[in-house]
Structures are given as C-alpha cells and as structure tokens.
C-alpha cells in the first residue's frame, strides 16, 4: 500500500469516527476526555509561554539576533546570511511545532486514559460486533497507564538517539533534514498511539502490537501524520484526539487485524465473521 493511499484511508476513517462518536452508547464517554483536552490545551500554552520568554514567537518575527552583527553592513554577504538566518529559524521553528504537537497528544492520552480506553472499548464493541469483558474505572485506568508508560518508554529510548543526531548536525547544512526526521519520528510514535487500544482490548501486547504495526508501516505513518497536522489547529485540536482514538481504532480492527489473524493461522476465530 502505497503512502498516498495510507492518507486517502486514515482521512476517510477519521471522516468516519466523527460519526460513530455519535451514536448512542458511545457519545457521553467523549464529553470528558474533551475537557481534559481544553485543560490540557490551555495549562500547556501557558507554561510554554511562560518558559520560554517570547523566543518561540522570535523565531518568525523579523528581528533576529544572530550575534554576527558586524555582518550587518556588509551588502550582498549580509543579504546571504540573514536568508539563511531565516530558513535556520523556520527549521527551528517546525521542529517546535511537532514537539508541541507530539507533547500535547502525549500528556492528554497519559491523564485521559482510563476515559479513553473506556470510550475506545464502546466504540470497538459496537464496530466490531465482539463483546469485552465488563471493567471498572480502576481496572482500565491501571491497565492504560501502564501500557502508556510503556509506550513513553519507547519513544524516550529513541528520542535520545534523535537529540545526539540533532545536536551533532546543528550547525552544519545537513541539519536541514532534522524537522523531516522530526516529522517521521512524531508521525510513527503518534500513530502508534492511535492504534493501540483495539489490541489492548483484545489482550494483545504491547510488544506484539509493535511488530503488527512494523509490517504496517505506511498506515501508521499517514495516520500519525494527519494527527500531527490536525493537532497543530486550534479548536480542531480539542475534539480530533477522541475522533482519532475512534478512527485508529477502526481501521486497526479493519486493515491491521485481519493481517495479525492470517499471520498467526486464526483467520477463522473472528467472531464478527
């Protein structure tokens, strides 16, 4: 499956989320997990301005100090460095925004857990016609943030490698394919996300749930991408992670599952069949 058609599908399956979130069963477990959204939302866009001083608004403005001032009256090489000043700064800046992406998805998935594994089990149950077991708030609030340590976990042990990468092609021309490296970093753990609570229902691991994503590796990409897009627009951000949650819960179910099945020769045990 080629990348453009991995888009055209998670486009679709989030197009279809937004209504299966309204069917009757499903709608009131989304109220909250949306009021954490906002409160997340608003409490991280204070801390960042807060922490740091205005410098991320300076790196589109049009003052920008390089400490290379002598270079200020020096015609042509002047115009030259201030171009690339610039581009540094919007690589920089691009960077910023899919952190920011990536950090909001990952604080409101970690303190709306339990709600969302419960929103994502309804809306599992009602797609896929299988039945779970009856949980309680606690039990699926362990059972999430257990899995989501697990998957900070991951990416932290791969985030680190990227930050040396960073830190060694900064100052060199080559550091223009970091806010793609970023890009694909974020797009792939976001995705991840996104698909992981259909196995986790299904009592799938973690561990194995990585390797059904592995060999899907095109879907997960062009899901995460959008998310990271869609996650960058205000107001849109506040109600497309629960949209994403139902969306990546689906197209799991429809595209990824039935390969796991085949793989482990239980293409017959599908109860929906």
Do not use: C
Not at 37 to 56: P, Q, R, T
Not at 110 to 124: E, Q, R, S, T, W
Not at 161 to 177: D, N
């Amino acid at each position: 499956m080629s990348l453009i058609t991995s888009w055209t599908e998670s486009f679709h399956y989030l197009k279809k989320a937004t209504g299966v979130l309204k069917q009757k069963g499903v709608k009131r477990y989304v109220y909250l997990p949306i009021v954490i959204n906002l409160a997340v939302f608003i409490g991280l866009f204070a801390f960042l301005l807060d922490f740091s001083g205005g410098w991320l608004f300076d790196l589109f403005g049009a003052d920008i100090e390089t400490g290379w001032g002598w270079l200020d009256n020096q015609g042509w090489l002047s115009t030259i460095w201030n171009i690339i000043a610039y581009i540094f700064s919007a690589l920089i800046g691009i960077i910023a925004l899919v952190l920011l992406a990536y950090i909001f998805s990952t604080v409101v998935h970690l303190i709306g857990a339990p709600f969302y594994g419960i929103m994502a089990g309804k809306v599992d149950e009602q797609y896929s016609k299988e039945v779970f077991p009856e949980e309680s708030l606690f039990s699926v609030g362990k059972r999430s943030l257990i899995r989501e340590f697990e998957k900070i976990l991951y990416w932290v042990l791969r985030a680190i490698p990227l930050l040396i990468l960073h830190a060694v092609l900064f100052f060199t021309p080559l550091f223009v394919i970091m806010p793609v490296v970023w890009f694909l970093f974020g797009a792939w753990i976001l995705g991840m996300e996104y698909f992981d609570y259909a196995p986790d229902n299904r009592g799938i691991t973690f561990k194995q749930n990585k390797a059904i994503l592995k060999s899907n590796k095109w879907t997960v990409l062009a899901f995460g991408s959008l998310m990271i897009v869609f996650t960058l627009i205000p107001l849109v951000n506040l109600v497309v992670i629960p949209v994403g949650v139902a969306a990546g819960t689906m197209l799991w179910f429809d595209k990824l599952y039935p390969r796991y099945l085949k793989r482990q020769g239980l293409e017959n045990n599908r109860k929906y069949e």
